[in-house]
């Protein structure tokens, strides 16, 4: 099919391309028809060409069979499988269709490095540029949407922490849960009240002295034992044999003890 250069120049991408730099761009392109419903390429296909509309428009799908959808539309004067022109080893990432009748230019990798210093060719190549940057923005835009957090109803606090189910547990369709129950303040003292003074003593006023103990009453003439203080008599000393007290008798006291040697005493001072 011959295409005829006039047909070109009324595209915005051509936009002062002169008429023979246009004749060279379709001489050494190919020029297709296309009828409706004809598939040019399917997603997952190796990509080795792109396509110039003429007139017509073209379909752009997602999926396969029943899953197959619409995600765009084609137009005169645009190119589609671009990727073809700049990377051998790209694959399509959607299957292209002819929505109409439709005459096409086709490009190849080989038209590109030959019309490297072609007008036409600088300005297609000028238009896949602004086409890459428009999609990255667009991929950006997404991303953010994504990334951001959701939008908060009017009269809702974005930081009131919702209740939470118990673990296995699913809320009926259509329900939310409801949010967590806020603690009441602590309570505070009316305004311009205050707390009362701690109670204090009159003017010149003190404390009565404490209560001191008698000190411990003593037998004249007497000491208390070790034991008694509750002490240990030194080390390295052994305590005096006591006298052992034959069964059956008690052990007569200090007192009865001085009493019989007084008896003693006045009976040897007669004999």
Known sequence: MEIHPARLSGFAIFRGVPTGDLLALVSAGEGVESQRGEVLFREGARAKDAYLVISGRLGVYLGEGIGERLIGEVRKGEIVGEAGLMNLAARRNATVRALTDCDLLRLTPRT???????????AIELYLLEAMARRIRGANMRLEEALSPP??????SASTPRSTLPPGSTLPPGSTLPPRASLPPRSSLPPGSTLPPRSTLPPGSTLPPRTTLPPRSTLPGASLSSSAHGTQPPRGTVPPPSATVPPGQKEASPRSESLTQTLLRILGAKS
């Open 112 to 122: 590109v490095m030959d019309l490297n210093q072609n007008p036409a060719m600088v």
């Open 151 to 156: 939008a908060v109803a009017p009269g809702n």
